[in-house]
T-cell receptor
């Protein structure tokens, strides 16, 4: 069975600081990995995905994530936080691209 | 290109009633999935339809059902509503499956009173 653990239900950073949101997964087969963002009263927006190939994945809005198989991790980073980054972020895993299994989410707060 | 459209956006129903939610996927997408989002359980997979056939199903009771039409539009139905069914229901579409990532709609907020 697949599972996702997001460390830290709330993360607070100052504007301009590094954003690091942690995600660890378990999967019995090579996984597909995703990061989604959700703004209040909205659906989920895909930030980036890893399927195969390059382990460093670049996404929208300056976010990137690195797939580390040995650590079963797929942490999300952004060099410089912006106020508009405040939202809830979800890491998800799937096998062969079918149903998504989500982590519990991390709420990112950006302080001015 | 139009996104995933879910209707209605908000819905209030009484316990014991039934409800039908609608989802129109992105044009050309043949896979439609449904997820339930609640504060306590988070995001949970309900089911996936591909070319009018249910391809995957999550661990929800039989009161939750769905279908997909030949134009890929999908509906989900919840019968005999319970207070615990109050949630944001999200629909997501993908061309063939999830490898390319699913595109989500804005959701339907269902409140059961």
């Amino acid at each position: 069975a697949q599972s996702v653990t997001q460390l830290g239900s709330h993360v607070s950073v100052s504007e301009g600081a590094l954003v690091l949101l942690r995600c660890n997964y378990s999967s019995s087969v090579p996984p597909y990995l995703f990061w989604y963002v959700q703004y209040p009263n909205q659906g989920l927006q895909l930030l980036l995905k890893y399927t195969t190939g390059a382990t460093l994945v670049k996404g929208i809005n300056g976010f990137e994530a690195e797939f580390k198989k040995s650590e079963t991790s797929f942490h999300l980073t952004k060099p410089s936080a912006h106020m508009s980054d405040a939202a809830e972020y979800f890491c998800a895993v799937s096998q062969y691209g079918n149903k998504l299994v989500f982590g519990a989410g991390t709420i990112l707060r950006v302080k001015s | 290109k139009a996104g995933v459209t879910q209707t209605p956006r908000y819905l209030i129903k009484t316990r014991g009633q039934q409800v039908t939610l609608s989802c129109s996927p992105i044009s050309g997408h043949r896979s439609v999935s449904w997820y339930q989002q609640t504060p306590g359980q988070g995001l949970q997979f309900l089911f996936e339809y591909f070319s009018e056939t249910q391809r995957n199903k999550g661990n929800f009771p039989g009161r939750f059902s769905g279908r997909q039409f030949s134009n890929s539009r999908s509906e989900m139905n919840v019968s005999t509503l319970e207070l615990g069914d109050s949630a944001l229901y999200l629909c997501a579409s993908s061309p063939e499956g999830g490898g390319g990532g699913y595109t989500f709609g804005s959701g339907t907020r269902l409140t059961v009173v």
